[in-house]
Nanobody
Framework: QVQLAESGGGQVQAGGSLRLTCSAS????????MGWFRQAPGKEREFVAA????????YYADSVKGRFTISRDNAKNTVYLQMNILKPEDTAVYYC?????????????????WGQGTQVTVSS
């Protein structure tokens, strides 16, 4: 069982930066693949980034590659999403999620646990 809580969202101007934090509780965090997803109003939940349990593997959606960085600290049960050069189209509720394994980690259905989400709003 893993419980997740996101923080760090807010409002920022285009070109700015934000760092999201996902704090996890539960003994399986260090063995879990962690992912970030986002959902804008009227749109489906969209994959953003994922990181393997040991942080050796990272995978990004094309729309954020080169601007966002996912990282984790297993000692602190925390995963981060550093978001730079933010654009208005990045506006969404951002969710962190936990899964086991790496196959298909861009699909929401692969994730067993989800946080409540944090709002990110980027103004032009």
């Amino acid at each position: 069982q893993v419980q997740l809580a996101e923080s760090g969202g807010g409002q920022v101007q285009a070109g700015g930066s934000l760092r999201l934090t996902c704090s996890a509780s539960g003994h399986t965090f260090s063995s879990s693949t962690m992912g970030w997803f986002r959902q804008a109003p009227g749109k489906e939940r969209e994959f953003v980034a994922a990181i393997s349990s040991s942080a050796v593997l990272r995978y990004y959606a094309d729309s954020v590659k080169g601007r966002f960085t996912i990282s984790r600290d297993n000692a602190k049960n925390t995963v981060y999403l550093q978001m730079n050069i933010l654009k208005p189209e990045d506006t969404a509720v951002y969710y962190c999620a936990a899964a086991l394994g790496w196959t298909g980690i861009s699909r929401p259905s692969r994730y067993n646990y989800w946080g409540q989400g944090t709002q990110v709003t980027v103004s032009s």
